[in-house]
């Protein structure tokens, strides 16, 4: 598992430091030499893609991602267990969407040999961002579920044991 964690997190730092690269390139070309990248803006949007679902799924797994937590912080026990699984249901069911309808374009994107623009590159590369990164936040969504529940078990057994006291 570590080594997900470490290959997640170092693609979102090399990705980051080539769009930090390329677009410093990309304006020093500008004002130096007159001219820009035609390459550069293609690329930083598909590195922004892959970093996004990256980003969301790292954020999961630490336990960032945002959320209406008031709710759950009140509740306890029985009700705060329901909650959790029910958001993660209905994320999950929003990944299956993303997944199912990214991996439908990503097929299109094959079938018709789409290719981009500047670079040539196919399509389908930027396009496996989405099927993708949902299927690794859904991951990292099952694993917060499973943090989050096991550590309302924990409090719930340690507030009973100070109880008895």
């Keep these: ?12 730092a090399l990705s980051l430091a080539v769009m930090v690269m390329i ?4 304006v020093l070309s500008r ?3 007159h001219a820009s990248w035609s390459f550069s803006e293609e690329l930083m949007v598909i590195l922004f893609v892959y970093n996004s679902f990256l980003g969301a799924a790292l ?7 945002m959320g209406f937590t008031i709710l759950t912080d009140s509740l306890g026990g029985r009700a705060r267990k329901a909650i959790v699984v029910i958001t993660t249901a209905l994320t999950l069911a929003l990944m299956a969407l993303l997944a199912n309808y990214g991996a439908e374009m990503v097929r299109g994107q094959m079938e018709y040999g789409q290719r981009t623009p500047a670079l040539g590159l196919p399509e389908a590369l930027a396009g496996m961002a989405v099927p993708l990164g949902a299927l690794l936040i859904s991951f990292r969504v099952i694993q917060a579920c499973i943090r989050e529940i096991s550590q309302s078990e924990g409090s719930l057994f340690k507030a009973r044991t100070e109880l008895e006291k």
Aim: proline residues 0%.
């Design 1 to 12: 598992m570590k080594a997900l964690d470490y290959l997640e997190e170092g693609l979102i």
């Design 31 to 33: 004002y130096v030499f």
């Design 59 to 65: 954020a999961y797994r630490r336990g960032a991602h």
């Design 23 to 26: 677009n410093f390139g990309n």
